[in-house]
């Protein structure tokens, strides 16, 4: 149920964000996602890809700092108030959610998100017993497509 | 030939003046009492007992040199008060300055020491026009910093007027000189330039100021720091030298020739040194200043090792002092560097590092003076294992990492974290330090 993230230390510089691209389009990696936090001390780029081992090695080899986490992908109606349904669940619950952010395909009337929480195990649970749509990984790079 | 003098050339006391031989005859009779005094002083009493000295076997100045240097971690080896040659109930005052370990080295003053002190400090600002009826704006820091005291004593001890104001908060500083009209400032030459900037900002021409003199030290500077000094706020600056270790301000000053600083000779004996060979530089030649004193009561030191690099002049002085001169501190023999009057140490850095879980030791300290005052950034590589995808976990350890830097150096840095790897590392060995204000003269 459960997604693999990686997490890419960036110095605040010009050009530090070009050096894990760069290495992840050369060894033919694709980044499925992507999301980048920074201050103006530093930042770190979260990225989703099909084979995380893979990606992370590559990056690794290229000189970035590399973590891994867990995160949730999760499926919400793409209309107004389709995410909030889903927040409402989680904030009633009282599950600590740290960020998200979004796929850019869309699948029929779906939107697909990440969700990194500290307990990713008992969101899940969360989730799905209020209903809402927890993606495999299999499923959702089935949903990407090539 | 006359000299003249941008004022009156007045003399504090009549030893400025002294015949050298004399005053040779005097600081050998006060070399025997020294190391008398420090007979008892554990440090010294062992390495005496090797080299076989006794105050009798001081037959000539020449033996000075058979006797052991002191150094700063001497000092630290002792702490707080191993090097102390009167009973505690004599301590009538104790200072200290920054350590590598984040302990102060303390510097014990007996009340005679504190009125020899007051003197010597008395010496140099009468030497740059210094008069009872002056008034003295004082932006040194007050505390274990030798700064704010030695000075305050000195300028009571000359009879004139004192405004105690301690460093800090700049426009107050400029209100208060704009409003009381003092006649000197007394604070580091770089917090004269923060103070010459914040009047120009407010608009307030060179000409407005009441000040006529600086008294400037507690760190190195240059001709165009002075320049710039004297042309934006209309005074005099001269140059003030001094360690707390040896006793703090007052171990030499410049006159009003400005040919360098007068080192009080019949108070210290001073020695120039290559730092490798520990062997005398010639006469004008560059090399690391060791102080003996020879009156201080409570915590005397012997050829204590300076660290700083500067050159004597024994040639004549138009102003009639007999005393041999030293030129501006030009460098270190180690690494210490000096950060808005503050003395800090690589290893500090290093050791504030070490508290931090989740810190290569791979760091470097890069030291600017962007616009008048100094500024620090500590770049630290971060590690694989201690990298987290949370913004805040990276946040924590920068906060952590500067607040550790704060509380052992006492001087906020900029802290920026780096990969892995990043930090230029040569035979095997990082470089520690980039101080571009060396690149740029300020020194």
Same mark, same amino acid.
């Given at each position: 149920?459960?997604?693999?993230q990686?997490?890419?230390?960036?110095?605040?510089?010009?050009?530090?964000?070009?050096?894990?691209c760069?290495?992840?389009s050369?060894?033919?990696?694709?980044?499925l996602?992507?999301?980048?936090?920074?201050?103006?001390?530093?930042?770190i780029?979260?990225?989703?890809?099909?084979?995380?081992?893979?990606a992370?090695? =590559?990056?690794?080899?290229?000189?970035?700092?590399?973590?891994s986490?867990e995160?949730?992908?999760?499926?919400?109606a793409?209309?107004?108030?389709?995410?909030?349904?889903?927040?409402?669940?989680?904030?009633?619950?009282?599950v600590?959610l740290?960020?998200?952010?979004?796929?850019?395909f869309?699948?029929?009337?779906?939107?697909?998100? =990440?969700?990194?929480?500290?307990?990713?195990?008992?969101?899940?649970?969360?989730?799905?017993?209020n209903?809402?749509? =927890?993606?495999?990984?299999?499923?959702?790079?089935?949903?990407?497509?090539? | 030939?006359?000299t003249?003098?941008?004022?009156?050339?007045?003399?504090y006391?009549?030893?400025?003046?002294?015949?050298?031989?004399?005053?040779r &005859?005097?600081?050998? $009779?006060?070399?025997?009492?020294v190391?008398d005094?420090?007979?008892?002083?554990?440090?010294?009493?062992?390495?005496?007992?090797?080299? &076989?000295?006794?105050?009798?076997s001081?037959?000539?100045?020449d !033996?000075?040199r058979?006797?052991?240097?002191t150094?700063?971690?001497?000092?630290?080896?002792?702490?707080?008060? *191993?090097?102390l040659?009167?009973?505690r109930?004599?301590?009538?005052?104790?200072?200290g300055?920054?350590?590598?370990?984040?302990?102060?080295?303390?510097?014990?003053?007996?009340?005679?020491?504190l009125?020899?002190?007051?003197?010597?400090?008395?010496?140099?600002?009468?030497?740059?026009?210094?008069?009872s009826?002056h008034?003295?704006?004082?932006?040194? *820091?007050?505390?274990?910093?030798?700064?704010?005291?030695?000075?305050?004593?000195?300028?009571e001890?000359?009879?004139?007027?004192?405004v105690?104001?301690?460093?800090?908060?700049?426009?107050?500083?400029?209100?208060?000189?704009?409003?009381?009209?003092?006649d000197?400032?007394?604070?580091?030459?770089?917090?004269?330039?923060?103070i010459?900037?914040a009047?120009?900002?407010?608009?307030?021409?060179?000409?407005e100021?009441?000040?006529?003199?600086?008294?400037?030290? *507690?760190?190195?500077?240059?001709?165009?720091?002075?320049?710039?000094?004297?042309?934006?706020?209309?005074?005099?600056?001269?140059n003030?030298?001094?360690?707390?270790?040896?006793?703090?301000?007052g171990?030499?000053?410049?006159?009003?020739?400005?040919?360098g600083?007068?080192?009080?000779e019949?108070?210290?004996?001073?020695?120039?040194?290559?730092? !490798?060979?520990?062997e005398?530089?010639?006469?004008?030649?560059?090399?690391?200043?060791?102080?003996?004193?020879?009156?201080?009561?409570?915590?005397?030191?012997?050829?204590?090792?300076?660290r700083d690099?500067?050159?004597l002049?024994?040639?004549?002085?138009p102003?009639?002092?007999?005393?041999?001169?030293?030129?501006?501190?030009?460098?270190?023999?180690? !690494?210490?560097?000096?950060?808005?009057?503050?003395?800090v140490?690589?290893?500090?850095?290093e050791?504030?590092?070490?508290?931090?879980? &989740?810190?290569?030791?791979?760091?470097?300290?890069?030291? !600017?003076?962007?616009?008048?005052?100094?500024?620090?950034?500590?770049?630290?590589?971060?590690?694989?294992?201690?990298?987290?995808? $949370?913004?805040?976990?990276?946040?924590?350890?920068?906060?952590?990492?500067?607040?550790?830097i704060?509380?052992i150096t006492?001087?906020?840095?900029?802290?920026?974290?780096v990969e892995?790897?990043?930090?230029?590392?040569?035979?095997?060995?990082? $470089?520690?330090v980039?101080?571009?204000?060396?690149?740029?003269?300020?020194?």
């Open positions: 149920m459960k997604l693999n990686l997490s890419v230390f960036l110095e605040n510089k010009p050009g530090r964000l070009s050096k894990p760069h290495a992840l050369s060894a033919g990696i694709n980044i996602t992507l999301s980048l936090a920074d201050t103006h001390q530093f930042g780029l979260r990225l989703i890809v099909r084979d995380w081992k893979r992370k090695e =590559v990056l690794e080899s290229a000189g970035c700092i590399v973590n986490t995160v949730v992908a999760i499926e919400v793409d209309r107004p108030g389709g995410l909030a349904a889903v927040l409402e669940v989680i904030e009633q619950a009282k600590n740290e960020y998200m952010y979004a796929f850019t869309r699948s029929r009337d779906k939107a697909v998100l =990440v969700f990194r929480f500290e307990d990713p195990d008992a969101a899940i649970r969360l989730l799905q017993d209903g809402v749509n =927890v993606l495999k990984d299999v499923e959702l790079f089935d949903r990407i497509g090539q | 030939m006359t003249q003098f941008p004022f009156e050339n007045r003399i006391d009549k030893a400025e003046t002294m015949s050298p031989a004399r005053r &005859g005097l600081q050998l $009779k006060r070399l025997r009492d190391v005094r420090v007979a008892e002083v554990p440090f010294y009493k062992e390495a005496f007992a090797r080299a &076989g000295i006794t105050p009798e001081i037959r000539s100045l !033996d000075l058979r006797l052991p240097f150094t700063k971690d001497d000092l630290r080896r002792h702490y707080p008060l *191993g090097f040659a009167v009973p109930d004599k301590i009538a005052r104790l200072h300055s920054s350590g590598t370990t984040g302990k102060p080295t303390f510097v014990a003053y007996t009340a005679e020491d009125s020899t002190w007051a003197d010597l400090c008395a010496r140099f600002l009468v030497a740059g026009g210094l008069r009826e008034m003295v704006h004082i932006a040194f *820091g007050y505390g274990l910093f030798t700064g704010g005291f030695g000075l305050h004593y000195g300028v001890r000359v009879g004139a007027a004192v105690p104001v301690a460093s800090g908060n700049t426009p107050r500083q400029v209100m208060l000189i704009r409003d009381l009209r003092p000197a400032l007394v604070c580091t030459p770089s917090y004269a330039l923060n010459a900037e009047v120009r900002t407010e608009g307030i021409g060179p000409g100021l009441s000040l006529k003199f600086a008294h400037l030290g *507690g760190e190195p500077w240059t001709e165009d720091m002075r320049i710039q000094i004297e042309r934006e706020m209309g005074l005099l600056a001269f003030n030298y001094g360690l707390s270790e040896v006793i703090g301000p171990v030499s000053g410049e006159c009003a020739a400005r040919c600083m007068h080192i009080q019949d108070h210290f004996l001073v020695e120039c040194l290559d730092p !490798d060979t520990l005398p530089v010639a006469m004008g030649q560059r090399g690391e200043l060791v102080f003996t004193t020879l009156t201080r009561q409570a915590m005397p030191v012997i050829r204590y090792r300076t690099i500067a050159a002049d024994e040639a004549p002085c102003c009639g002092r007999t005393a041999v001169r030293m030129s501006r501190v030009v460098g270190r023999s180690d !690494d210490m560097l000096i950060i808005r009057g503050v003395n140490f690589p290893s500090q850095i050791e504030a590092l070490l508290r931090v879980e &989740g810190t290569a030791p791979h760091y470097l300290i890069e030291v !600017d003076r962007p616009g008048t005052m100094d500024e620090v950034t500590v770049r630290v590589e971060i590690r694989a294992g201690d990298f987290s995808d $949370k913004m805040s976990r990276l946040q924590e350890l920068h906060d952590r990492i500067d607040r550790e704060q509380s006492g001087i906020r840095a900029n802290v920026e974290l892995p790897q990043t930090l230029e590392r040569s035979m095997g060995k990082a $470089k520690r980039i101080d571009h204000r060396r690149e740029k003269g300020l020194f």
